[in-house]
């Protein structure tokens, strides 16, 4: 199984991940902001084989989260964002983005850039 952590205030998208994303292929952690998301990193003693990241959280950007990731984690990382400007996906992956996906999404395609980046 998978482990994967959702970090986006949106729970409407948490709900739908979480029906999508389910076991037994994936576990699904959701978080609503950076301190959420910083605690469950730090709790979790097996990690996370992906991550969805948001870049407007409640409490911050996702791009400080994202930079503190890429300090000691090579997880991949993909964004998922209402920015949809190139200079927010550039800036993404200058710190590391492994993809970069803009809101609203198409479900089908981010279903399989989660499965490219988890399974090659």
Do not use: Q, W
Not at 101 to 114: A, G, N, Q, R
């Amino acid at each position: 199984m998978k482990n994967i952590l959702l970090v986006d205030d949106d729970r409407a998208i948490c709900s739908a991940m979480n029906i999508l994303l389910k076991p037994p292929k994936y576990k699904l952690a959701c978080c609503g902001s950076i301190k959420e998301a910083t605690s469950v990193l730090k709790g979790k003693k097996e990690g996370f084989d992906l991550i969805l990241l948001d870049l407007m959280l409640p409490d911050g950007s996702g791009y400080s989260l994202l930079e503190k990731l890429r300090k000691g984690s090579k997880v991949p990382v993909i964004v998922i964002s209402s920015n949809d400007t190139a200079k927010a996906a550039r800036e993404a992956f200058k710190l590391g983005a492994t993809d970069y996906v803009c809101k609203p999404f198409d479900v089908s395609e981010l279903i399989s850039i989660v499965e490219e980046n988890l399974h090659g």
